[in-house]
């Protein structure tokens, strides 16, 4: 388990009186230790950093699926479809800064401040996560069941992943701990991802969803199609959705376990001498107040946009304008796999050129090859090449927002040390406002689709449906990232300030582990005289 240290116990002769500490009468000073470096095991980082994986596995069977179950097998219109995805989405956006408040609200129990919230939010978030993937048999309210469930889903998720986000800084108080555990966490969740889009892709592959040859989807075609081959079809890929579902919620379970029962928390020690947490508005005033967060947030806003527009198009893009209905969750599970094995190169990257470096070369390293895959011709050899190269960026984009977040907070709390509990804020609010916009894109590109003649069920879409999923995929995202590395430009903490908060925060804490221990000072100088 990662504890805190101890109280450092001070020499005897500092606390004995100045009338009493007379030449040849001085007692022998007992060493004052060097503070040891709180150092985490490698199996207290493993465990915290599976507790990743059930967000990224959900989120990517999410991400990557829903929007074409709800168009080809749900067989939701794409105007009710951008609504389902535009209101969750945004539903989730808000609750995160509410779970942030009620957090902050939290007291410190036996388990923690953070630790309740994700056991008991568990159990409730598989069966709502369950539900998202079920076909219910009634029509008229089917728009409503999946709004329903799917906000559902998005509060409890939230419920484990605000306080796991926020564990950052309560695993240990050393900036390299920190850094290094979130290098085995981003590791954990891009496997997170590949075990989402390998379960999810791999079992719903193997199904033959039903689709009509005539790309106006008229009614003349409707009668050609074989009824009773389409209706087994669309059952047996209804039925292998819930299969896919039912995996990833065992998985979900394992991982909430495995982080409940190998990470305990642990407090600042000048967080345990505040009389009382600071109001949760006055804490978020002065959070959203802070330029180096307000920067970062920015310029990851729009570089998570990007890779949103990616992830929530290319299964459809994949399968209506390169033509690889067949090949789409191979190609995700190539771009995953991928990511997967660089996360750790990056993670030697940016301690050695700076975690600004890493974003600018990680993150602008993926316009290349989506600029090749606008030009690109239905060409599947260099789509699977594209795929691999574009793992290395996403594998950026994974890791450095959370590996730069506890950066701006100790910069926050050297310039207000009153302001402790704030933490959750700060995670929380990031989440916000990337989820509330990736909802935004989520659900105008969905509407565009039904504004450009998307047909549902169709095996073929039309040309100008066809135009709007290449534009998507490529030329926005592009021009996002473009936006975000320019905001980048205007961020503070480089490496020397990194250093210069790092050890400041340990003077900080040198100076209440010293004065938190008197206790033990007054033994040990009982027993000296």
């Not at 939230?158 to 701990?177: D, G, R």
């Not at 450009?452 to 926005?476: D, E, I, N, S, W």
């Not at 050890?503 to 040990?524: H, I």
Request: proline content about 5%; overall charge neutral; hydrophobic content about 50%.
């Amino acid at each position: 388990m990662a504890k805190g240290e101890g109280a450092e116990s001070s020499s005897a002769a500092g606390l004995l009186p100045a009338s009493i500490l007379q030449t040849g009468e001085r007692p022998a000073q007992v060493k004052k230790e060097p503070k040891k470096k709180q150092q985490l095991s490698i199996s207290n980082k493993l465990c915290y950093a599976v507790g990743g994986a059930p967000y990224q596995v959900t989120g990517c069977a999410l991400g990557f699926f829903l929007q074409i179950y709800l168009l080809d097998v749900a067989q939701v219109d794409p105007f009710s479809a951008s609504i389902i995805l535009f209101v969750g989405r945004a539903w989730d956006a808000f609750t995160d800064p509410l779970v942030g408040f009620c957090i902050s609200k939290s007291t410190w129990t036996r388990l923690g401040r953070l630790m309740p919230w994700i056991i008991f939010s568990t159990p409730l978030a598989i069966i709502a996560y369950f539900l998202i993937w079920f076909v219910p048999d009634f029509s008229p309210g089917q728009v409503l069941w999946y709004l329903l469930f799917y906000c559902l889903f998005e509060t409890l998720v939230t419920c484990f992943h605000v306080p796991y986000s926020a564990l950052t800084m309560f695993i240990s108080t050393e900036q390299s701990e920190r850094d290094s555990a979130t290098a085995y966490r981003m590791t954990v969740e891009v496997l997170g991802t590949v075990l989402g889009t390998a379960i999810q892709g791999q079992i719903v592959g193997q199904a033959d969803t039903p689709c009509l040859q005539d790309p106006n989807g008229s009614a003349l075609a409707a009668e050609g199609v074989n009824r009773t081959h389409g209706s087994t079809s669309l059952r047996e890929t209804k039925n292998a959705y819930m299969l896919a579902a039912g995996v990833i919620a065992s998985i979900y379970v394992i991982c909430a376990v495995v982080l409940v029962v190998g990470v305990r928390e642990q407090r600042e020690p000048y967080e345990t001498q505040q009389a009382k947490q600071i109001a949760f508005f006055r804490g978020l005033r002065l959070v959203m107040s802070h330029g180096p967060y307000v920067k970062v947030i920015a310029a990851f806003l729009f570089t998570s946009l990007a890779f949103m527009l990616v992830e929530g198009n290319f299964a459809l893009f994949c399968t209506y304008t390169l033509g690889f209905r067949n090949e789409f969750q191979n190609l995700l599970l190539a771009i995953m796999l991928s990511a997967t094995f660089t996360i750790p190169i990056w993670q030697w990257f940016l301690t050695r050129f700076g975690k600004k470096t890493a974003v600018y070369i990680g993150i602008s390293s993926a316009v290349p090859f989506l600029i090749l895959v606008a030009l690109n011709e239905s060409n599947l050899i260099v789509t699977y090449v594209v795929a691999v190269a574009a793992g290395v960026s996403v594998a950026a984009a994974f890791l450095l927002p959370w590996s730069m977040l506890p950066d701006v907070i100790d910069d926050f709390l050297l310039k207000q040390p009153q302001a402790h509990g704030t933490e959750p804020i700060f995670f929380s609010f990031y989440v916000f406002f990337t989820k509330f916009a990736s909802g935004v894109s989520l659900g105008i590109s969905t509407l565009s689709l039904d504004f450009a003649g998307y047909q549902t069920g169709g095996c073929f879409q039309p040309a100008p449906v066809r135009f709007t999923l290449k534009m998507l995929v490529t030329m926005a995202p592009i021009v996002l990232i473009l936006l975000g590395l320019l905001l980048f430009k205007l961020y503070p903490i480089d490496e020397e300030k990194r250093r210069q908060n790092k050890k400041a925060l340990q003077a900080l804490r040198e100076e209440a582990s010293s004065s938190g221990c008197s206790d033990t000072d007054s033994t040990e100088l009982a027993s000296i005289l």
